[in-house]
């Protein structure tokens, strides 16, 4: 089983939820965990699985995750597992009832780089999922690189 790991991050907890999920599918799979702007094509090749995370930002996936998804040919995810999570903000700790409001109409990034994983012909395996942040650059609340470790496994057959 191959599998790809791609995300973006800025203040590297994404990175670090990536690596974790990484490091999870290592002992089962021939994995690599690769930052966005490092995918070259032949990554893509007989892979497997593909995971994508980015930090939300605004609600939605950094420009650069969004176009790089953009940027893949049609079908070619075509017999390819996806999965795709995001870092976010929980509801609980927002002190704003607009940013509430918005948060709920908007939403977050994980489920748009989904839609468009499964456009691009990917087989959604996983429903798409947030890890938490403590603070707007972190860090992770306790327990969530286990959680995301938990989660991305769910892709592995048993
Ligand atoms: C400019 C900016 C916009 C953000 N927008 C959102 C948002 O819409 N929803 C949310 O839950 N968190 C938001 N956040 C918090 C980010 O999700 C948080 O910075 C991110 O999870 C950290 O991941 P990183 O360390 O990989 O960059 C925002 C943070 C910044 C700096």
């Known amino acids: 089983m191959k599998a790809l790991v791609v995300y973006d991050s800025v203040f590297g907890n994404t990175e670090k939820v990536a690596q974790a999920m990484g490091q999870a599918l290592g002992s089962q799979a021939e994995v690599q965990t690769l930052r966005v702007g490092d995918v070259k094509p032949e990554h893509l090749t007989g892979l497997d699985a593909l995971i994508v995370g980015s930090p ?11 176009n790089w998804l953009k940027s893949l040919p049609p079908n ?9 999570f995001d870092t976010r903000i929980a509801l ?14 908007f939403g977050y990034a994980a489920k748009p780089i989904g839609g ?43």
Not at 58 to 63: L, R, W
Not at 92 to 103: E, G, H
Not at 121 to 149: M, Q, W, Y
């Open 56 to 66: 939300t930002r605004a609600f939605s996936p950094t420009p650069a995750i969004k």
């Open 92 to 105: 609980s700790d927002v002190n704003s009832s607009l940013l509430t409001f918005m948060v709920k109409l």
């Open 76 to 84: 070619s995810l075509k017999g390819v597992k996806v999965a795709a």
């Open 116 to 158: 468009r994983l499964t456009k691009k012909g990917g087989d959604l395996a996983l429903s798409p999922e947030g890890f938490f942040v403590k603070d707007s650059e972190g860090p992770l609340k306790d327990g969530e690189l286990e959680r995301a470790a938990d989660w991305v496994k769910q892709i592995m057959p048993v």
